[in-house]
T-cell receptor, first 112, second 114 residues
Framework: GQNIDQPTEMTATEGAIVQINCTYQTSGFNGLFWYQQHAGEAPTFLSY????GLEEKGRFSSFLSRSKGYSYLLLKELQMKDSASYLCAVPSASGGSYIPTFGRGTSLIVHP | DAGVTQSPTHLIKTRGQHVTLRCSPISGHKSVSWYQQVLGQGPQFIFQYYEKEERGRGNFPDRFSARQFPNYSSELNVNALLLGDSALYLCASTQVGGGLQTQYFGPGTRLLVL
């Protein structure tokens, strides 16, 4: 089975940098997704990591360490609009398909 | 291009009733997945369909069922509703089945069971 752990809530200041961690336990690793979900809205894709290391995409970067079962999402130059829930998801193989298991999400509050 | 669409946006039902939720995937996408999201939790996988066949099923009771139509749209049915079924129901589409592709989510149907 899958076990995914993320902090429940984080707060940060506008313009700052924040790191949102995700640890996972899985029987077979098939990559890790990060999604952003604003309150009352659907999740939207941020990143997909399958190899170790840091992948940068504008203000957002995602890091993966497969040996440690660990990932983080790094948000730079925080803006108020970054206030949202950040979901970590790990797909697991099931009957010829892959079923994503989502963490509970980290609610990020950005204040002025 | 239109994204994933879901209907209705909101729904209020009473315990014991039945509900049907509908989803239309992005044009060209052939796979649809359904998720249940309770407030404060991440989405929980319910079903995945690809080319009208069920490709995955989450840990939900048999009261939950789904199907996919030839035009790749999908319905999620829930029978004998319980208070605990109150949640946001999300539909996501991908080009093909498999689950390793980026999921494109619809706006969801917010179901309240009284």
């Amino acid at each position: 089975g899958q076990n995914i752990d993320q902090p429940t809530e984080m707060t940060a200041t506008e313009g700052a940098i924040v790191q949102i961690n995700c640890t996972y336990q899985t029987s077979g690793f098939n990559g890790l997704f990060w999604y952003q979900q604003h309150a009352g809205e659907a999740p939207t894709f941020l990143s997909y990591n399958v190899l170790d290391g840091l992948e940068e995409k504008g203000r957002f970067s995602s890091f993966l360490s497969r040996s440690k079962g660990y990932s983080y999402l790094l948000l730079k130059e925080l803006q108020m609009k970054d206030s949202a829930s950040y979901l970590c998801a790990v797909p697991s193989a099931s009957g010829g398909s892959y079923i994503p298991t989502f963490g509970r999400g980290t609610s990020l509050i950005v204040h002025p | 291009d239109a994204g994933v669409t879901q209907s209705p946006t909101h729904l209020i039902k009473t315990r014991g009733q039945h509900v049907t939720l509908r989803c239309s995937p992005i044009s060209g996408h052939k796979s649809v997945s359904w998720y249940q999201q309770v407030l404060g939790q991440g989405p929980q996988f319910i079903f995945q369909y690809y080319e009208k066949e069920e490709r995955g099923r989450g840990n939900f009771p048999d009261r939950f069922s789904a199907r996919q139509f030839p035009n790749y749209s999908s319905e999620l049915n829930v029978n004998a509703l319980l208070l605990g079924d109150s949640a946001l129901y999300l539909c996501a589409s991908t080009q093909v089945g498999g689950g390793l592709q980026t999921q494109y989510f619809g706006p969801g149907t917010r179901l309240l069971v009284l």
